[in-house]
């Protein structure tokens, strides 16, 4: 069975950190676009960051430039180190893996496999 599952979320002050985990089982990484997403209730989901385990392409929200950093260590997980942390950065984070998109990668259509995401909060 293909799942995603997210984990690394929690509570955290404003200008604190977390560092959320997307491991895939079921298949692996290589070759997808994986792209981390959130969420607030009543709004729109928003694409965070993506990386592409193609060609090594990473792309960020204007923002969370210059504070959330996107890697990975293998073939099964993806990381997203978030730094610096807002009240605005609360919601559920998704991730997703798909075909990559290039620069039009926040676009939900390129994503086939989601997670069940994870709540952070960041309380000022």
């Known amino acids: 069975e293909v799942q995603l599952v997210e984990s690394g979320g929690g509570l955290v002050t404003a200008g604190g950190s977390l560092r959320l985990s997307c491991a895939a089982s079921g298949f692996t990484f290589d070759g997808y676009a994986i792209g981390w997403f959130r969420q607030v209730p009543g709004k729109p989901r928003e694409g965070v960051s993506c990386i592409s385990k193609d060609d090594g392409s990473i792309y960020y929200a204007d923002s969370v430039k210059g504070r959330f950093t996107i890697s990975s260590d293998n073939a099964n997980t993806v990381y997203l180190q978030m730094n610096s942390l807002k009240p605005e950065d609360t919601a559920v984070y998704y991730c997703?893996?798909?075909?990559?998109?290039?620069?039009?990668?926040?676009?939900?259509?390129?994503?086939?496999?989601w997670g069940q995401g994870t709540q952070v909060t960041v309380s000022s």
């Open positions: 997703a893996a798909g075909r990559d998109g290039g620069r039009a990668w926040y676009a939900d259509l390129w994503y086939r496999y």
